[in-house]
Structure formats: structure tokens, C-alpha cells
């Protein structure tokens, strides 16, 4: 059976409605009852970062190192974790996310691995994250927020008190890492406010080309401000390593925020 110009391998329900895998010219994708793609593998290659927007989030490597620790919600396919986990030896990932079907096709379809540096709660990433901002103070170098459905950003995430307990949980020299869609312009501004606020207005968003989506970066205040010289010296060297697309993202950063750079990039 065919489906979004691809084959249908699995089709299953739960809640929360409807999970799909399509096959298109070597690539899986996971679906959640429409053509938008929330997870993408090249099957020689399942590795890689296959999606723009995916990649164009690992730009908070041209501001920091390797990670010690890790929060993300809204696990997906799993594209970020498994990078995550190939790339980075010593790192510890705490993944979030709301639907165990998710999860579940995640292991079967998507080569997640069951690796003891990965630790996998079931649970709702906006109040998973409020409840406990205490108990996991200062804990995170990341803290990459990936949590949209068929309907748009899920709903406990979208309150200034998420983003304080963000800010809350990451250590001093961290970063938070969230996808956002630009079609929806009230709701950006929205949370591009609160970010604000939490973050001090040390924020930096990244729009994906010939994409809906914007990567927001913010920047707890530890994170030193680098020069412009010193990231395209750390892109090329990125670049040779991760196969990704940094030095373009350097180039987006400084064109689409003029205003705000001053706060962590320099001349």
C-alpha cells in the first residue's frame, strides 16, 4: 500500500491518534496522520542527520563541546539521540516523551538502540519538566525540545513557566535547543518573548532554508561570546567532521538577527 508517494510498512493507533512509517527511495519516515515528516532515516546511511531542520539543530555545536549530559523531549524517531549516542562517547540522555507508541517504533523501525547511556521516561515533556526543575537544577549542558504533533506544538510547553524551569535545569554554561514553525507567527512571537525573558535576551534563531521551521537557540549566562573569526574557524572544523552544514548556518545566524548577536556572537 502506498501512502505521501511512499509505501506504508506500518500503520497503528493509539490516544493520540494515528502512527505511520512510509518508505520513499531509500528513506523512512515517520508520520503522525499527515504528510509532515517527524523523523527521517536514510537506511544505508541511518547515522546521519537526513532532515535540514534536524541538522540545522546541532548548530549548538559551534558554541560549545562535546555534552556530558543530556534532556530531550520529544524523542521522535530518535534521529538526535542515536546522533548523539554515535558521536559522543561520555554523553548521558535523559529523552522524553509522551507517547510509549512513539517509542515503541522508534526501537522496531528506526535502529534506536538500547544503550545504557540512554535513559527513555514516558511521560509529558512540559510537565515532566515544571515538576521537577528542582530536583534536576543545573544538571544539563542541552536541553533540545522537539515536541510537535500533526496539531502544532504541544500545549504544555507553551507558558513562561516551561521556559523558566528550562533555564532552571541547565547548568550555567548551557544551551536550550527547540524547534518552532514560522506559519504560525503569533505563537512564535509568543515564545520568542518568554525565551527572552527567561534567557535575557541571549537568544539566536535559525531559519531552515525552504522550511516552515525556525531552531531557537537560547543561552544560559555562562556561555561565552565568540567571535565571528573564532565560528568560521570552529565550522570548517565541524564541518570536516560531521559532514553538516555549519558554516551556512553561521551565515543564516548573522543575517536574521541583526539586533541580538552582540549578546553572544562578537565582531
Excluded at 104 to 131: C, N
Aim: charged fraction near 25%; aromatic fraction near 10%; charge should be neutral.
Amino acid at each position: 500500500m502506498y501512502k505521501y508517494e511512499g509505501q506504508l510498512l506500518h500503520e497503528s493507533h493509539d490516544d493520540d491518534g494515528i502512527l505511520e512509517v512510509i518508505e520513499t527511495q531509500g528513506v523512512r519516515s515517520l508520520h503522525f496522520g499527515s504528510p509532515a515528516r517527524q523523523s527521517s532515516m536514510r537506511l544505508i546511511a541511518p547515522d546521519i542527520l537526513e532532515l535540514s531542520y534536524v541538522r540545522a539543530m546541532m548548530a549548538w555545536l559551534l558554541f560549545t563541546d562535546a555534552p556530558e549530559k543530556v534532556l530531550i523531549i520529544g524523542l521522535g524517531g530518535g534521529s538526535i539521540t542515536k546522533y548523539l549516542l554515535h558521536h559522543f562517547e561520555q554523553v548521558q540522555i535523559k529523552a522524553v516523551e509522551y507517547r510509549k507508541s512513539v517509542v515503541k517504533i522508534a526501537r522496531s523501525h528506526f535502529e534506536l538502540p538500547l544503550d545504557p547511556r540512554l535513559k527513555i521516561i514516558i511521560e509529558d515533556g512540559g510537565l515532566y519538566v515544571r515538576q521537577r526543575s528542582e530536583s534536576l537544577e543545573n544538571q544539563f549542558n542541552l536541553l533540545i525540545l522537539d515536541a510537535f504533533d500533526h496539531e502544532g506544538m504541544a500545549e504544555s510547553l507553551c507558558n513562561p513557566a516551561f521556559f523558566d524551569a528550562c533555564k532552571n535545569v541547565l547548568r550555567s554554561d548551557g544551551i536550550l535547543i527547540l524547534n518552532l514553525w514560522r506559519s504560525d507567527k503569533a505563537l512564535f512571537d509568543k515564545i520568542s518573548w518568554w525565551l527572552g525573558q527567561s534567557f535575557n535576551a541571549r537568544l539566536l534563531f535559525l531559519p531552515v532554508p525552504d522550511k516552515g521551521n525556525i531552531i531557537g537557540f537560547a543561552f544560559a549566562e555562562n556561555v561565552a561570546c565568540c567571535s565571528m573569526k573564532r565560528l568560521r574557524e570552529r565550522a570548517q572544523q565541524l564541518e570536516a567532521c560531521h559532514q553538516i552544514e555549519f558554516s551556512a548556518f553561521l551565515r543564516e545566524f548573522k543575517r536574521h538577527n541583526i539586533h541580538s548577536t552582540s549578546k553572544i556572537i562578537t565582531s
